[in-house]
């Protein structure tokens, strides 16, 4: 597999932060995402290419001691003074004091500033010698004569890692240090955002929120097909690939490994049903598959809580198409479910968008569906018979799949309005009730080039009209549509403009001065995943 960027502007944005921070503009940032979607590659990219000036600490955090930790942040610490050197490192899990010895010249005052912290680690003073880890940086800058950024890749585990006040040492940190730039990632979304509100972003010291959504699945189906070079069939499957693994890389890439080596096994140069369903299983439905047990990894914190086996059940019914809170209760009861719905989303397991609930994830959700379903209805079942209804859930989701791209993206935008049943979500930062149509009708507008068209659609008293565009709409576009709404009797209450591309920001402007409503390709991901169109 190759390594290939699939967030260029990411990139690019992180790239234009750090030379302002160079310039003497320190704005701090934090990037959350989804785990495998690719936030630490995006941090790799600028610790492995590091702007000239500026000195790099990076330390990724993990589940393990303290202690472990915390010479690993020193050696992260002593590597950044070295600028671009590489440290020559020995066992820093038992003790620096070696590493101390061999860089004592070079970089005098970080060494005399650690050697007291070796003894409180020894100690187990872990508190106490984070805190005198984190005041190194500006000793570290002043030896230096350079500004530095601190990097924390999965930063909420300095939580974990039961270290006493750990957010509120680096909040003073943070508020009080001009010469160090913060850049904080972290998978867990929900948490991130709650500690970044409450605890970190203290009067001077506010980060920018960079969040790493699902890639634009046209890129990343390019992606695959070149991933899937010499594969007979692979360019048909890649939509259908993208679009089931939830346009997330770390997913198709374990797909992919895996397809391309039970194909070199079996020396078969197509991309074939049978070879599908094999990678699927051995991935997803195996109890021994990579997937599975990161979907069982996902939801195990569940377990350690009081109302865990609750929320699991909740998770279950939202997986199979359970949307509002009403329509849970009535599979699984109504005793305690406000309470589990709260663990899944702060688990970042389930969201609620507006007054639906969705599984984000689609592997998660695939698993949910297409095997624990299953064992939990059939707990004797044979695993043979588990493989059977997996692979039968799989060609259920390709078959639905097939059908709907068969059809323009206007035909498949009305089938999802057809689904409409009156319930309230939230799209392009706007909450609205979607009706229950009766009626939708097609047209082409006038004088209108490609395959832009309008959808009328009525119900319930209301009136909708959309304007739908698999390609990109310009202002005249958005001048068109808003003069066909103003023909039309009775007015509209709801003006919608859809597409699957980036809306220009002029006609994006000119759309919400309009009072329309522009629903995107990630606002379409979502009413695909709540009405069940993959």
Not at 280 to 287: E, K, Q, R, V, Y
Not at 415 to 422: C, Y
Not at 514 to 533: I, K
Request: glycine share 8%.
């Amino acid at each position: 597999m190759t390594e290939t960027n699939l967030r260029p502007e990411v990139t690019d944005h992180l790239r234009r932060r750090l030379e302002a921070f160079r310039e003497g503009f320190q704005h701090n940032l934090a990037m959350i995402g989804p785990p495998g979607s690719g936030k630490t590659f995006q941090l790799q990219l600028v610790v492995n290419h590091p702007p000239p000036h500026l000195l790099l600490i990076y330390c990724a955090l993990y589940r393990e001691s303290c202690g472990s930790f915390l010479r690993r942040f020193l050696a992260a610490v002593l590597q950044a003074g070295l600028q671009g050197d590489r440290l020559p490192l020995t066992s820093v899990h038992q003790s620096l004091e070696p590493l101390l010895r061999q860089l004592e010249d070079r970089l005098p005052k970080t060494v005399a500033a650690i050697r007291p912290i070796e003894g409180l680690l020894t100690k187990r003073l872990f508190g106490d010698a984070f805190g005198r880890a984190l005041d190194l940086i500006p000793i570290l800058t002043a030896e230096c004569g350079r500004p530095c950024v601190l990097i924390l890749d999965e930063f909420l585990f300095l939580e974990e890692l039961g270290l006493a006040h750990a957010f509120h040492e680096l909040g003073k940190r943070v508020m009080t240090w001009p010469h160090t730039l913060f850049i904080l990632a972290s998978s867990s979304c929900h948490r991130a955002r709650m500690i970044l509100r409450e605890r970190l972003q203290l009067l001077f010291g506010q980060f920018e929120l960079v969040t790493l959504d699902a890639i634009d699945p046209a890129i990343l189906t390019t992606w695959v097909q070149r991933e899937l070079k010499g594969v007979r069939g692979a360019r048909a499957v890649s939509p259908f690939l993208t679009q089931w693994m939830g346009s997330y890389p770390w997913y198709l890439t374990v797909f992919l490994k895996r397809f391309r080596e039970l194909a070199a096994l079996g020396k078969q140069p197509d991309f074939t049903e049978v070879l599908f369903l094999q990678t699927a299983w051995d991935l997803l439905g195996s109890p021994e598959g990579m997937l599975r047990q990161w979907c069982v990894s996902k939801t195990e914190g569940l377990t350690r809580s009081r109302l865990g086996a609750r929320a699991v059940e909740a998770l279950m019914q939202i997986a199979n198409g359970a949307r509002t809170t009403t329509e849970i209760g009535k599979r699984i009861g109504r005793a305690g479910l406000p309470e589990a719905l709260q663990l899944l989303v702060e688990h970042d397991l389930a969201k609620r968008n507006g007054m639906c609930w969705v599984v984000t994830d689609p592997i998660l959700r695939c698993w949910l569906s297409g095997v624990l379903s299953a064992q939990r209805s059939e707990p004797g079942f044979p695993t043979a018979a588990h493989r059977q209804q997996f692979e039968r859930y799989l060609r259920e989701l390709w078959t639905h799949w097939m059908h709907t791209h068969q059809l323009s993206f206007s035909e498949q935008v009305v089938g999802l309005f057809a689904k409409f049943a009156d319930e309230t979500v939230s799209l392009d930062s706007k909450t609205g009730r979607l009706p229950k149509f009766q009626t939708i009708r097609t047209q082409r507008p006038e004088s209108a080039a490609g395959t832009e068209a309008y959808l009328v659609a009525g119900g319930a008293g209301k009136h909708w009209c959309a304007s739908v565009q698999e390609g990109p709409l310009d202002e005249n576009a958005i001048g068109r549509f808003d003069a066909f709404c103003r023909r039309q009797t009775p007015k509209p209450s709801r003006k919608v403009v859809i597409t699957k591309s980036m809306l220009d920001q002029n006609a994006r402007l000119l759309a919400k001065a309009a009072n329309m409503w522009v629903w995107g390709s990630d606002d379409l991901s979502t009413l695909m995943g709540l009405y069940g169109q993959i």
